[in-house]
């Protein structure tokens, strides 16, 4: 055990410092990907992580790496990271204290002049948000081998912008294969984005898994009417089916409660225009749940409700189901370093299952991966309101760090 503690001071500072990168009215941070916002935090990043002597580097996804040597060079690094990029009316702490946490880590190390065995690297996962492009977890999805570069490129944001020519135009798109790069092992620390830690007083979580996610396109199709002349049993209202529709989401999900989740997020209405009957609606389900078979059911569910609910509607309506991962666990050895490095600590910790997703999720697929949650004040995020303590991000970074120094030495 290292008597290694980081500056919980300068990592809160740290996070107070880029939350002006992208900062909202409200004091939340709107850090859309690739972004000019994006393009800020990312330098700011580069220059800070040089300074603390490290080797940047670029991949084809705009990934930023940050190296720091080891002892022995050939070996593997062990990587720290999370994301940069934020909702639209996203907070200052989830991603960005996951990136900080990790270079707190490096500067610790730099004062104390400890050389790891192993290299490290920080890392900036390029759009784990999905927000601004989907699908999420973008970058490291390329990087586990799970989409091809040139999906990711040809995604298209609201005004048909596309995520390579973006990432270009911010100056971000490096020359490295994306899914060359190796590591040896990768640790993330992540706010829970949930109510439970808080809740019982516990200052870690040790990420055991995540649960499932779908997610849904749904076009519905009726005829666009003029308001005042058609009588409403003429009507083929898709903002009333649209609406329909919602409502039996909401009922699915509570028929399966309390571990399933289903969300509308995103509705486009068309023409949107106040006397006009709306022709088209599109909009989105964001559906989960910890089990797979329960997942699959509802899914079932979902597709016989949307048809159902567009022949009783008398119209049209269209289910894409564009992005799906399933049910995991994160490797058993680093559960078992960040629970053994809490313990010594002295820290109260607990298991807990990620209900949000997480590139670490896609990264456990290719390399031995393991989270730490630290609590978030009445568990709330994707909102501008989100925030936590700094002596929760604090223990957060020392079990951090900790779990670090025990993997290089094992
Ligand atoms: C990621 O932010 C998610 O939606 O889980
Ligand atoms: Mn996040
Ligand atoms: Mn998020």
Excluded at 54 to 74: H, L, P, Q, W, Y
Excluded at 316 to 335: G, R, S, Y
């Amino acid at each position: 055990m290292s008597k290694l503690q980081v500056n919980g001071e300068r990592l809160w500072h740290t996070i107070m410092e880029t939350a002006r990168f992208g900062r909202t009215e409200k004091g939340g941070v709107c850090r859309l990907t690739l972004s000019d916002a994006d393009r800020q935090v990312r330098d700011w990043l580069v220059r800070e992580c040089r300074a603390a002597g490290c080797d940047v580097s670029i991949d084809e996804m705009g990934t930023i790496f940050a190296r720091r040597s080891g002892k022995d060079n050939t070996l593997l690094p062990i990587a720290i990271g999370s994301h940069l990029d934020t909702q639209p009316s996203g907070g200052k702490f989830d991603g960005i204290a996951g990136v900080l946490s990790g270079l707190e880590v490096l500067r610790t190390l730099n004062e104390a002049g400890y050389t790891t065995t192993a290299p490290l690297e920080l890392i900036d996962w390029t759009n784990e948000e999905g927000s601004r492009f989907q699908p999420p977890m973008l970058a490291s999805g390329v990087f586990a081998g799970v989409f091809e570069r040139d999906f990711a490129y040809a995604s298209e944001d609201r005004d048909g912008k596309k995520f390579g020519a973006e990432l270009a135009r911010i100056g971000y798109r490096g020359e490295r294969r994306c899914p060359d790069h190796k590591l040896g092992a990768y640790f993330e620390l992540h706010i829970e984005q949930g109510p439970v830690l808080e809740k019982e007083g516990i200052l870690i979580g040790a990420v055991t898994g995540m649960q499932g996610q779908k997610w849904y396109e749904i076009t519905v199709t009726g005829q666009d009417a003029h308001a005042g002349t058609t009588p409403m049993p003429a009507r083929r209202d898709a903002m009333v089916a649209c609406a329909r529709m919602v409502m039996a989401v909401q009922a699915i999900a509570l028929d399966h409660s309390p571990l399933a989740v289903a969300t509308v997020g995103h509705v486009v209405v068309r023409p949107n225009s106040r006397n006009v009957v709306p022709g088209s609606v599109f909009f989105t389900v964001d559906l989960r749940h910890p089990d797979e078979k329960v997942l699959l059911q509802i899914d079932q569910e979902l597709r016989k409700m949307v048809a159902a609910t567009a022949r009783d509607s008398d119209v049209k309506a269209k289910l894409v189901n564009n992005w799906n991962v399933a049910p995991m666990e994160f490797n058993a050895d680093c559960i078992n370093r960040v629970r053994n490095a809490a313990k010594k600590l002295g820290y109260r910790h607990r298991d807990i299952i990620s209900g949000a997703g997480h590139d670490a999720v896609y990264i456990a697929r290719v390399v031995p991966t393991g989270m730490i949650f630290v609590p978030c004040e009445n568990g709330i995020s994707h909102n501008e309101l989100e925030n936590t303590r700094p002596e929760y991000l604090a223990a957060g970074a020392n079990v951090l760090l900790n779990t670090v120094i025990s993997y290089d030495q094992k």
